[in-house]
């Protein structure tokens, strides 16, 4: 009789946490994700592109295969210039990692910003559609496979921030 007790006693020791967890998983999700450490705003769901939804003035351009600092406006002005200064400090300051990552400048209209490693791109109406629920003058991030992920206020960004954010990104991801 004494060694069911046992027996139970050690059944309940390593089932009693599992479920205990589980439990607590299920039902308080928010416990789990309401915390990041990030310090961009993730997008939830993800906005997935595809290679109509943004027309390079480049030929040989793609959000494929690298990570993506994009920048949206419908005109660059004074704070468009700011942003894509920032965004090309961030790139470099990246070290290693710098030729992980490409900027784009996403513009509704024409543009004569050009700067050295600039990509300049005009999204669809159907991707200006979903980005339209974010503040304009936005920088996003976007992965290699597409993905716009992260986003980050264009005025007054925090590069040191916007920096470990993507280090951290490119230190585990073994993708682009």
């Not at 024409?110 to 159907?126: E, F, V």
Request: glycine share 6%; hydrophobic share 45%.
């Amino acid at each position: 009789m004494r060694a069911k007790k046992e027996l139970w006693l050690l059944l309940a020791s390593f089932v009693l946490p599992i479920a205990l967890g589980t439990a607590f998983f299920y039902w308080y999700p928010a416990a789990f994700t309401s915390n990041t450490i990030n310090y961009g705003k993730i997008i939830n769901p993800l906005i997935t592109t595809k290679k109509q939804d943004v027309r390079f003035e480049s030929k040989t351009a793609s959000l494929q295969g690298l990570w993506t600092l994009a920048y949206t406006a419908k005109t660059c002005g004074n704070t468009c210039t700011k942003a894509l200064a920032d965004m090309k400090t961030i790139r470099i300051l990246t070290n290693d990692n710098m030729r992980r990552i490409q900027r784009i400048l996403l513009i509704d209209g024409a543009t004569n910003a050009r700067q050295t490693g600039l990509l300049i791109a005009h999204p669809s109406i159907k991707l200006q559609q979903k980005l339209a629920k974010f503040e304009p003058n936005t920088i996003f991030l976007i992965d290699p496979l597409g993905n716009i992920m992260l986003h980050y206020a264009g005025k007054n960004i925090n590069i040191k921030r916007v920096l470990k954010d993507l280090n951290r990104l490119l230190k585990y991801s073994r993708i682009g």
